[in-house]
């Protein structure tokens, strides 16, 4: 019996000795079109006409606080931050080493003092002075970062 042998998705899946009926392929023909449509229409996998930018480059100036929030305009898959006119790593004032560009993803917890949780990007600031270590430096006061956020 083809009911009580299903595929993961739900489908029947018939052995060799039974006997498929109609109404066993109208069942699995509305299951593949509700799976496919709802696929089809989750815009978070799929671009669609109203939203043809896969991607959005803006800046913001740091404000110096440990961290900052960023409001997104859709939720990314990837971010990319960093200051602008400096390398990725670079001397802080202070003569500690900074990090001044990083990914951000939502898979990730935290990386290199980013944080990327739906809409919301977090930028870091860490205030530490050791000059044996690289130190989060995407919320400098009053310094001009861009981002490049992707879907």
Same mark, same amino acid.
Not at 20 to 43: C, I
Not at 104 to 113: F, L, N, V, W
């Given at each position: 019996m083809s009911d009580q042998n299903k595929t993961s998705l739900g489908l029947h899946n018939w052995k060799p000795d039974d006997k498929p009926v109609r109404l066993d392929f109208v069942?699995? *023909?509305?299951?593949?079109?509700?799976?496919?449509?709802?696929?089809? *229409?989750? *815009?978070?996998?799929?671009? *669609?006409?109203?939203?043809?930018?896969?991607?959005?480059?803006n800046s913001y100036i740091g404000d110096g606080k440990t961290q900052q929030i960023i409001s997104l305009p859709f939720a990314a898959r990837l971010v990319l931050v960093y200051r602008q006119n400096l390398s990725a790593v670079g001397v802080r004032t202070g003569g500690e080493l900074g990090a001044y560009c990083g990914f951000a993803a939502p898979s990730e917890?935290?990386?290199?003092?980013?944080?990327?949780?739906?809409?919301?990007?977090?930028?870091?600031?860490?205030?530490?002075t050791s000059t044996t270590k690289v130190h989060n430096s995407f919320n400098e006061s009053n310094a001009e970062y861009e981002y490049i956020a992707f879907r």
């Amino acid at each position: 019996m083809s009911d009580q042998n299903k595929t993961s998705l739900g489908l029947h899946n018939w052995k060799p000795d039974d006997k498929p009926v109609r109404l066993d392929f109208v069942q699995d *023909n509305q299951l593949l079109d509700s799976l496919l449509t709802a696929h089809f *229409n989750d *815009n978070s996998r799929h671009r *669609n006409a109203d939203d043809p930018v896969p991607m959005t480059i803006n800046s913001y100036i740091g404000d110096g606080k440990t961290q900052q929030i960023i409001s997104l305009p859709f939720a990314a898959r990837l971010v990319l931050v960093y200051r602008q006119n400096l390398s990725a790593v670079g001397v802080r004032t202070g003569g500690e080493l900074g990090a001044y560009c990083g990914f951000a993803a939502p898979s990730e917890r935290m990386m290199a003092g980013l944080f990327l949780d739906g809409t919301s990007l977090t930028v870091m600031q860490d205030a530490g002075t050791s000059t044996t270590k690289v130190h989060n430096s995407f919320n400098e006061s009053n310094a001009e970062y861009e981002y490049i956020a992707f879907r």
